[in-house]
């Protein structure tokens, strides 16, 4: 009876012993699994959903998200779109806890660019901030690899050459928050 009770013992040790292994196991392969999420699979987990955005230049952002290329996100503010560069966001609230598949084929080619020059095609009217109180207005007239040029009109202007005050040429990393016109009322 006695050596019954001891492997009896020894036993249930060793199956507690191999569960708190499996648990440690387990939860160490879902922390090295988290280390390989990036911020943009963060964010594709989060496209629909409300979020709020701090910029680098201290601009605060309450909208939805609405796309996520590769070095950029687009939120739906107040009826209007903002494009902000990853490397312009200084924190983001509201997330849940999805995550998104990693980016493959087309939307790695998604860069800040790429949005950039639908803009420019579009001759779509934005607001540009550059730092808390940097703001320019106007049309992109002309995107490179890594910088763009903005034709500065008036807001509700449209892009003609009477109308262009000046240029601005903007490296991307200088861009905090690039927004489209007001909506019409």
């Known amino acids: ?3 019954d009770a001891l492997f009896d013992d020894l036993e249930s040790q060793l199956e507690s012993a191999t569960a708190a292994g499996l648990e440690s196991e387990i939860r160490e392969r879902t922390r090295v699994e988290q280390s390989r999420l990036t911020l943009v699979q963060r964010l594709l987990g989060q496209v629909g959903a ?4 701090s910029t680098t230049g ?3 952002l309450s909208g939805t998200l609405t796309h996520v290329g590769s070095q950029w996100i687009s939120l739906a503010v107040e009826g209007r779109s903002v494009i902000v560069p990853l490397a312009s966001l200084r924190s983001l609230r509201g997330l849940g806890r999805g995550v998104g598949q990693v ?3 087309v939307r790695t080619r998604l860069g800040l ?4 020059r639908a803009l420019s095609r579009d001759r779509a009217q934005v607001s540009l901030w550059l730092g808390s ?3 320019h207005t106007g049309v992109i007239d002309r995107v490179g690899a890594d910088f763009f040029e903005l034709g500065l009109v008036a807001t509700g202007d449209e892009r003609r050459a009477a109308n262009v005050r ?3 040429t903007v490296p991307f990393a200088a861009i905090d928050a690039l927004e489209s016109a007001a909506p019409a009322e």
């Open 1 to 3: 009876m006695r050596w």
């Open 50 to 53: 409300p979020v709020d955005a």
């Open 58 to 60: 201290g601009q605060f």
């Open 103 to 105: 980016p493959a084929g």
């Open 113 to 116: 660019g790429a949005a950039l």
């Open 133 to 135: 109180a940097a703001r």
């Open 166 to 168: 000046d240029a601005l």
